[in-house]
């Protein structure tokens, strides 16, 4: 044996003799395990299986039933019973072959049925024809399409402008086109059905703080700037971004905007705002509630809206800077994959949009309205008004929950259909129960416009006063 192998194992010996007494008991019990997993372990043996005869097979197979593709639906459920509208949904709507003054669908300005707005679509379809049969990257650009986006660019005073071909898919698409796994999203809890869904698809991590409540923000994002802090090399490459809607959908107040840019500056995160509801209704001239609160559009890194509320038309758009609005057209999904707004609704679009230069009077005349409604709304015995008085959306809510969401449900819609026997077409605002991630309380939405008159508004809150004293006793 060489001297270096004997010098080794007389080390080996002697570290032996002076390792501690439970380190020898440990690598001894380890010994002996490892032995005993060798030599002395059985092997696994499966039990034999029980052979079925033919006839035990056939009665399996016979008695088995498979779970229901979807989950059991009632005939009665309201998704399943429709009201149908025969002609346009403009101020007077025909439903059930009744004719309504309509308080439920979003034509804020009354430009649906403007003869303008219909003369420039029909000449638009003579011109193009019906649709595109195209995403915009393959031959579904036409020219009324980028004059549509300068135009709303100018509009709203922002270097870009991109369009969708539906509303719904707008902010769905632009969320998950900047965000990503490992980015982080602060978001109010109101935030409506499309949002969420861009929330999801985007797969980013998602911090909810209470509606409104720019204290729970601030918490949210003091929480974030301390574990940035702990792995600063993390930090830098998270985004973050703070979602809200300009006017909420399902609670038809605003948002706060100056004091989210605050926090915006102050915590460096970017500022994805939803303006369909407010979009056309807020500010001097409709451009949202940037112009309603005197907020530098610059300030905010995103705004989105659908063009199917006060523009009347169908689809979406989305405006900025040129190189935020850019990264949309290679990886904003709506617009890469869907075929591409029909010109003529782009066309109405534009109309639409010289309708609203032209006379910015209208958006005074709209307010005065919703003013007006939100005054006459107040104090219905059993129910309970929310929202803004500048808001064009307003909800009724029951002012006592039974406790029981389909019997709210119930009540309320016993009211609409009393108002829809008098001629006044009310909705129960909808949403997809399982789907929500916080679900808003039942109410009954009463939509303001233009084209509504005194006596209108008062045949409404009478015959909704009249409804609610006999069904809310």
């Not at 309509?102 to 707005?117: K, P, Q, Y």
């Amino acid at each position: 044996m060489a001297a270096g192998q004997q010098w080794v194992l007389v080390e080996m010996v002697q570290a032996f003799y002076e390792a501690p007494a439970y380190h020898l008991i440990l690598e001894g019990i380890l010994i002996l395990c490892i032995i005993r997993l060798l030599f002395f372990s059985k092997t696994y043996k499966p039990h034999e299986t029980y052979k079925l005869t033919e006839k035990e097979k056939e009665d399996l197979i016979e008695e088995w039933q498979p779970e229901p593709l979807v989950p059991p639906v009632s005939k009665d459920h309201p998704s399943l019973n429709y009201d149908v509208v025969t002609g346009p949904p403009s101020h007077k709507i025909i439903i059930n072959g009744k004719e309504c003054t309509n308080f439920a669908s979003f034509n804020f300005l009354g430009l649906l049925d403007s003869e303008r707005v219909k003369e420039k679509a029909l000449a638009s379809l003579k011109k193009y024809g019906v649709g595109t049969c195209g995403p915009r990257g393959f031959y579904g650009t036409f020219d009324v399409h980028l004059e549509l986006e300068s135009r709303l660019a100018n509009f709203m005073k922002t270097e870009e402008a991109i369009i969708y071909s539906y509303g719904f898919a707008t902010i769905a698409s632009a969320i998950p086109a900047y965000s990503k796994r490992g980015d982080i999203i602060f978001v109010d809890e109101a935030a409506c059905f499309s949002i969420q869904k861009g929330l999801q698809a985007s797969r980013s991590f998602i911090k909810y703080f209470k509606h409104n409540d720019m204290e729970d923000l601030e918490r949210l994002l003091k929480e974030q700037e301390l574990e940035d802090q702990k792995n600063p090399r993390k930090a830098r490459v998270t985004r973050k971004f703070i979602l809200v809607e300009g006017l909420y959908i399902n609670t038809a107040d605003v948002c706060p905007l100056p004091e989210l840019v605050r926090l915006k500056y102050k915590y460096k995160v970017r500022i994805f705002l939803e303006e369909s509801m407010s979009f056309g209704v807020l500010g001097e001239h409709g451009k949202g509630v940037t112009e309603h609160f005197g907020v530098n559009i610059d300030d905010i890194d995103l705004i989105s809206a659908n063009m199917e509320n006060a523009v009347a038309s169908i689809g979406g758009f989305c405006c900025g800077r040129s190189f935020v609005i850019d990264h949309q057209r290679l990886s904003g999904q709506g617009y890469c994959f869907s075929a591409s707004l029909p010109p003529m609704l782009a066309a109405a679009a534009i109309e639409a949009l010289n309708i609203m230069e032209e006379d910015p009077e209208i958006f005074s005349v709209l307010r005065r309205r919703c003013r007006q409604v939100h005054q006459a709304l107040q104090g219905i015995p059993g129910l309970k008004l929310v929202g803004v008085p500048f808001s064009p959306a307003l909800h009724l809510q029951l002012d006592r929950s039974s406790g029981c969401r389909s019997s709210d449900l119930q009540l309320l819609r016993s009211i609409v259909d009393h108002c829809l026997d008098r001629h006044v077409a009310l909705t129960v605002a909808r949403y997809l129960d399982k789907e929500e991630r916080f679900l808003p309380p039942p109410s009954i939405r009463v939509v303001v416009t233009v084209e509504q008159t005194d006596e209108d508004i008062q045949k409404a809150v009478s015959c909704i006063s009249e409804a609610a004293s006999i069904f809310l006793r």
